[in-house]
């Protein structure tokens, strides 16, 4: 195996440690806040609901942070403030104190030391095989399940404010060791790239030269940039509203708790191969067709599943839609490298996020209001079928756009 998909997997790992106790295993605290504090479960909500949306708010900043410190020194520093936001948690005794550690602890060390310096990592250090890399990486939360009830065990075992401390110790010591690793190897392949290249290596000059070089503000004056980050804005708004609301649509149409949970667990565990099987795919054909393809058959699957709880028909549409889901996961970034390049890629992404970050907010709230107004979430699904409709066409105008060179030229 080549050195360089090592850093790959250690990524994949860190990921994965990083979801299960940052994002997935913070709702295992939720009710040692309501019984110990009194707190209600909105304003419980709301430090939740604040890290759900924080890559949008902070997004820009993470990113020109990454470019300007490099992605290597973030890898340390998110994983500092992370391992310190879980031991902070320990201490908190008021709501205020929760919103500023889970949002500005936590959820801020958690992207600026796995999501955001990795995925740059990755995209400068693969070309041709770009979205197979994306892929696996991006698997880390598919596998981050068994981690959550580890975060329940410890809360049980020795209480809520021990287990925010043993967490910070987990985090810290697993990150570190991956966080070295991956350090380790893309300087070496940086190295020996460099080296390559000093040789006068054709191959090598000539893929360098077909990257595109976009700085933040020639990203921002071309309509790519806008149609990409509306599109997968509206991805975000289909999958985000249909994940919140699976499991009790369900229950609504006669399913127990119970099955309507574990078919939710299903689809997070087809949609974790998905993300490799796409990504790979994604190397073979254009990103563009394929993520418009991933469009359409998301929206005839949310519409079926809006449509019926049959399980003769849920069922096939919901492994149409886990499928989709993982595909369209993977492929967001290694199409926005492709089409930008790694000059500036933490700083677009992170301004892509603050568009994106509006989907993930509006969607469920979207289909929490037309249920309210329906009473069912047919009309909702019918909606986001629509949504993902439009993601498509957008993403059908959103071409690769020309080098910064060629409008100098």
Sequence with gaps: MERKWWLVIAGCITHAVNTGFSY??????????????????????????????????????????????????????????????????????????????????????????YNMPISVLIAKVFHERRSLAFGIFRMGPGISGPLVPMVGWMIGLWGWRTAAVASAFVIFLVGLPLAIIIKRIYDQEEAARSVIEAEGNPATSR??????????????????????????????????????????????????????????????????????????LGDHVDKRKLVMGLLLALSVSVLMMGYTAESVIFTPCMVIYSLSYGGLASLQEPIRADYFGTKAFATIQGMSRSVTTAGTFLGPIIAGFLYDVTKSYTLAFGVFALVSVLATLLMFWAKRPASPVDWEE
């Design 24 to 113: 997935f295993g913070m709702s295992a605290f939720f009710p040692s806040f309501e019984r110990e504090f009194g707190w209600s479960r909105t304003a419980i909500s709301g430090a939740f609901s604040l890290a759900r949306i924080e890559s949008g708010i902070l997004g820009p900043i993470e990113g020109y942070l990454t470019d300007r410190v490099g992605a290597q020194r973030m890898l340390f520093i998110g994983l500092v403030i992370c391992s310190l936001g879980f031991f902070a948690l320990s201490f908190v005794d008021t709501l205020p104190m929760l919103y500023i550690v889970i949002v500005l602890g936590i959820v801020l060390g958690s992207s600026l030391g």
């Design 207 to 280: 893929r360098a030269s077909s990257d595109p070089q976009f700085s933040l503000s020639e990203a921002l004056r071309h309509r790519s940039f806008w149609l990409l980050s509306v599109a997968m804005a509206f991805r975000h708004m289909v999958t985000e509203g249909v994940s919140v609301h699976f499991v009790i649509l369900l229950v609504d149409r006669g399913w127990s708790t119970e099955a309507a949970s574990g078919l939710l667990g299903v689809s997070a565990l087809i949609g974790a191969p998905a993300r490799v099987g796409m990504g790979w």
